[in-house]
């Protein structure tokens, strides 16, 4: 019963650094996005999937770069860290069963990602 | 494009008292509305989601919301406030059909005084 599991749950980076944030989710679900959320506001979309080899590009892509290979996974890759991306993400997914209702999204718990 | 406003980004209540949050939609449509509660460094859970089947919608943990096209409301309410109802609320759109994803306010922090 995992659900969409998001690792590492902290992490610090120094300026210029690289990484990348994992998400996996056993749902089979075709969707899966990637938020932000920076303090006192609502989080922002960065990428978003519809299916194994299909991405796009959210509100906020800059700075980010994402794949999808596999339906479970989407992980988000960060090439040169900068301060400004400092922030908490998350990722999410939902399915591709229900065309016309508000299936909601399933999150994960989230990465704290400082850039100092 | 859509989009949600969320009305005070503090609301303190006390125990047992009426828990009103405020969420105000832009659309032109009938869209897809949700609330979400957030609990310290966890994930978003999904509180209610809105049918057009029914305007009052109720959630889990005794709270519910009302669909109000007239106001362009879904407003988001419990008449009783328990103290671990202190978290952060998030009213969601979404967007569009194509990509489904959501649109957030910009949050609600509920804190609940004994």
């Known amino acids: 019963n995992a659900g969409v599991t998001q690792t590492p749950k902290f992490r610090i980076l120094k300026i210029g650094q690289s990484m990348t944030l994992q998400c996996t989710q056993d749902m089979n679900h075709n969707y899966m996005y990637w938020y932000r959320q920076d303090p006192g506001m609502g989080l922002k979309l960065i990428y978003y999937s519809v299916g194994a080899g299909i991405t796009d590009k959210g509100e906020v892509p800059n700075g980010y770069n994402v794949s999808r290979s596999t339906t479970e996974d989407f992980p988000l890759r960060l090439e040169l860290a900068a301060p400004s991306q400092t922030s908490v993400y998350f990722c999410?997914?939902?399915?591709?069963?229900?065309?016309?209702?508000?299936?909601?999204?399933?999150f994960g718990d989230g990465t704290r990602l400082s850039i100092l | 494009a859509q989009s949600v406003t969320q009305l005070g980004s503090h609301v303190s209540v006390s125990e047992g008292a009426l828990v009103l949050l405020r969420c105000n939609y832009s659309s032109s449509v009938p869209p897809y509305l949700f609330w979400y509660v957030q609990y310290p460094n966890q994930g978003l859970q999904l509180l209610l989601k809105?049918?057009?089947?029914?305007?009052l919608v109720k959630g889990i943990n005794g709270f519910e919301a009302e669909f109000k096209k007239s106001e362009t409301s879904f407003h988001l309410t419990k008449p009783s406030a328990h103290m671990s109802d202190a978290a952060e609320y998030f009213c969601a759109v979404r967007r569009d059909m194509g990509r489904r994803a959501l649109t957030f306010g910009s949050g609600t922090r509920l804190q609940v005084q004994p």
């Open positions: 809105y049918t057009s089947a029914a305007t």
């Open positions: 999410a997914s939902s399915s591709i069963r229900d065309s016309y209702s508000n299936q909601p999204q399933h």
